[in-house]
């Protein structure tokens, strides 16, 4: 059984940055693709990161995260990372991490079948 757990939300500034950290219980990473998503109150969940499960060759951001974001993953430590710079108020939401149904990302959230239970982040 796969258990994400995210960690490294907090309040922060506009302009701030923020360093998200998702530990997997298994070796996951490593065949399978992983994903960030968000869900602000009101709103639908919305992808904001994802790396495949080929040795992270594709990478893939949405628009508004492009240039501010950053995901990476540790493969030894089971670990994924989301290194998020320039925040800005609109990004303050719940962030989870996710693993794929296989190797290839997409975006939708239904591709996602392992989630953790999120961690807040907050810009004002």
């Known amino acids: 059984h796969v258990q994400l757990v995210e960690s490294g939300g907090g309040s922060v500034q506009a302009g701030g940055s923020l360093r998200l950290t998702c530990a997997a219980s298994?070796?996951?990473?490593?065949?399978?693709?992983m994903g960030w998503f968000r869900q602000a109150p009101g709103k639908e969940r919305e992808a904001v990161a994802e790396?495949?499960?080929?040795?992270?060759?594709?990478?893939l951001y949405a628009d508004s995260m492009k240039g501010r974001f950053t995901i990476s993953q540790d493969n030894a430590k089971n670990t994924l990372y989301l290194q998020m710079n320039s925040l800005k108020p609109e990004d303050t939401a719940m962030y989870f991490c996710?693993?794929?149904?296989?190797?290839?990302?997409?975006?939708?959230?239904?591709?996602?079948?392992?989630w953790g239970q999120g961690t807040q982040v907050t810009v004002s």
């Open positions: 996710a693993r794929g149904r296989s190797w290839y990302c997409g975006t939708d959230a239904d591709e996602y079948n392992y």
């Open positions: 298994v070796d996951t990473y490593s065949h399978y693709c």
């Open positions: 790396i495949d499960g080929l040795g992270g060759r594709l990478i």
